[in-house]
Nanobody, 119 residues
């Protein structure tokens, strides 16, 4: 099992910045990727950004150029720096960790942290 503890959500005005953190513990061997997803009311959960163990990143088109994902492998922590925030970024943000063991993928999710962008 993998335990995930998220922090850093909150309220911010449009154009502002926030940084989310997610620390993983437990069965952290064989972690392939870490990332962030979000879910706004009435919408499905969607990918925001992911980063692999070797640092390859993937971003949703809606956040490219504004959000940056990074990872500290020594601390088993993934970060999401969010700049130029827009009201449409308002959502619950979930940390995700994917382990690959003998070619089988296992997904673990954080409890979610609310991000609200409003004037």
């Amino acid at each position: 099992q993998v335990q995930l503890v998220e922090s850093g959500g909150g309220g911010v005005q449009p154009g502002g910045s926030l940084t989310l953190s997610c620390a993983a513990s437990g069965s952290i061997r064989s972690i392939n990727s870490m990332g962030w997803y979000r879910q706004a009311p009435g919408n499905q959960r969607e990918l925001v950004a992911t980063i692999t163990s070797v640092g390859s990143t993937n971003y949703a088109d809606s956040v490219k150029g504004r959000f940056t994902i990074s990872r500290d492998n020594a601390k088993n922590t993934v970060y999401l720096q969010m700049n130029s925030l827009k009201p449409e970024d308002t959502a619950v943000y979930y940390c995700n960790v994917r382990r690959v063991v003998f070619a089988t993928s296992y997904d673990y999710w954080g409890q979610g942290t609310q991000v609200t962008v409003s004037s």
